[in-house]
């Protein structure tokens, strides 16, 4: 009735503007694209030609509407090595085979790789106490917090008591802080995802047992001698290599949530936990956001911190490289390599922050083969869509890396979910 009352020219004005909302969400969204056909290079050998086929179907697709790249390693060779769309679509400057980009989470894995060198050189063991090699770090209910607690996010403390600020980074202050914490849960006995905290308590362990923290550590015994692209932090002198980070508007929520509803699921936890662990977790480290708006890390003040949990940079060759290298022996021995293997959490449990249960040990998550019963993988996912998969068995490394971030992560991820199945399709043909 008050439709019908308007003007005319008004409800035509109307109808137009409704017509043009919806043509404009079916063209960005659902009509194939052929933008970004030609940014997008490298190659894939036999019998891995499909992945170059689902890859370019991800961008056909607006399933990636920025730059992306994947790599994949089988038996220690580069099999698949492709890139395409922008580093940086409002300067219109492509993503090209320099490009490097955020790892956000998947950077745990890199932290965990160097917790595992440690390990094998005798300077650690994954049983030890923490407070063997950092004393303090016993305060307040922490005493009996073992290496693995810690590795399985089972050490309690997946924020702080006292805000972390921007200025605390790289100074004592953060480990005074993790030293007067009180854990939320008494260590060992739940787990529960410590987003950030993870890279402070093993930043701080490092140093204790080598001297250097986990950034340095990683750049002189990894990175220099296996001739990485590669950091944890990103120099400034590089960040113009650094792929600019978008986040996911509310249509593309909407089509994400049709081909996959558990993504509602997520959203509930991300910002409907009033109180919950992850609003504390957000609370503790303000200046670094969390949920559906990671581009703070578009700052390369913030980028260039030697975040453990976070600021990984890489690109998804050189990443691939280097859980290659771990695969071949080249990192650490086949005895050490052949713990990692196996997760150390594997039974059903509520997550204390994401209430998904997660198979977690070591530093990475972990899941069920895809194609060997009883068997597993491991890797890290990285917040948007950032993939790492290792897959021992079968000697293979899987990298697929973006920065026009994803409603969801990891299995909830349909880009990279699809470049996977690709992938083992491949070594059954």
Known sequence: PVLSSLPLSTMQSTTLLFISIISTVFFRYFLPSTIYDETINGYAVHPFKQVEEDFRLNFAENLEREGASVAVYHKGELAVHLWGGYADSSANRVWDIKTRTMLFSATKGIAALCISVLVDRGKLRYDDLIVKHWPEYGANGKYNTTVDDVLTHKAGIPFLDER??????????????IERAKPVWTPGTASGYHAVTFGF?????IKKVDGRDTALFFKEEIVDVHDLDMSIGVEKKE??????????DWFEFIKDTIRDPRLLAMLGIFNFRFDGLLDKIAATNSWLTFGYDMTTLNDPDIASLPLSAVTGVGTAHDTARLFS???QGKIISNSTLSRLHRPTLDTWHIEQVVLYPVMKGHGFFYDPHPTISGA?????PGYGGQTVHVDPLNDLVVVYLSNGLKSGSG??????KRILRSVYAALTL
């Open 201 to 205: 308590i093993l930043d701080e362990l």
């Open 376 to 380: 597993f993988t491991f890797g890290h």
């Open 239 to 248: 960040y113009y290599r650094t792929a600019r980070i978008t986040t996911p």
């Open 164 to 177: 972390v600020e921007f200025a605390d980074i790289g100074t004592d202050q953060v480990r005074l802080k």
């Open 411 to 416: 299995d909830l991820c349909y880009p990279s």
């Open 325 to 327: 290298l771990l695969l």
